[in-house]
């Protein structure tokens, strides 16, 4: 990178570690530009020379706390044979470290980002790469894919191959999944029931399988 780009890195940096500290002491809804800038060391109006919205920076900082669910992932795919576990173990994985973290995983999946989520990812691991270095290339691949339903698909796509699903039900499956996550999140996130994060892993993992298994062939 030349000074101008290494510039705009550590930048970027400084405002993504900011809002990233906020977000673990004070959590994502009390985000806001003045204390980004205060935290950074910078008027409020210069975060918007580098970010085109707040949503991004959230975005961005909500990023730094997928660790330990990527990671928890890589083993849960190692221990499942089959496509269909594969599946099954990864979404257990995502409903556990997601409900745990509803506003984190919100941010990046659910909220509205004004534009293209895949760019603001490029963005993102340009400036932290580190995050990639230890990654199985099949995990790189999903982590580089934002879209919940593309990331899906990927994980069940084999039992097509191997019979066991149709094409047709496989974006039965797929879609269903994804309605029953985003409605348990919703739910968690409104305080309308009274779930831990186990008990709504639990119960939105238990009506996932019962229509994976049920569209098998």
């Known amino acids: 990178m030349n000074k101008k780009e290494i510039q ?16 673990e002491e004070e959590g994502v809804e009390n985000v806001t530009a003045r204390k980004i800038g205060d935290l950074a060391g910078y008027t409020s109006s ?17 990023m730094r706390f997928l660790n ?9 795919i190692e221990k499942a044979k089959g496509p269909i ?11 556990k470290h997601s409900f745990n973290n509803p506003q984190i995983f919100h941010a990046i999946f659910i909220a509205d980002l004004g534009k293209e989520a895949n760019e603001l990812l490029k963005q993102y691991y340009t400036v932290f790469r580190n995050d990639l270095v230890e990654l199985p ?16 698909k990927a994980m069940i796509r084999e039992a ?14 797929n879609e269903i999944t994804i309605f029953l996550w985003k409605g348990m999140l919703t739910t968690i996130l ?16 238990k009506y996932i399988r019962e229509i994976t298994l049920k569209y098998l062939q």
């Open 8 to 23: 705009m890195s550590r930048m970027w940096q400084f405002f993504v570690d900011a809002t990233a500290k906020i977000i």
């Open 46 to 62: 210069t975060i918007y020379n580098y970010f085109d919205e707040l949503s991004h920076l959230v975005f961005f900082a909500s």
């Open 68 to 76: 330990p669910y990527l990671k928890e992932l890589t083993e849960y």
């Open 85 to 95: 576990e594969k599946y099954l173990s990864s979404w257990e994985c995502f409903c």
């Open 137 to 152: 290339e099949d995990i790189k691949m999903l982590v580089l894919e934002h879209d919940l339903s593309k990331r899906s």
């Open 160 to 173: 097509i191959d191997e019979g066991i699903l149709t094409l047709e039900d496989m974006e039965k499956v």
């Open 190 to 205: 409104n305080n309308r029931l009274d779930y831990t994060p186990e008990e709504a892993t639990r119960v939105t993992m």
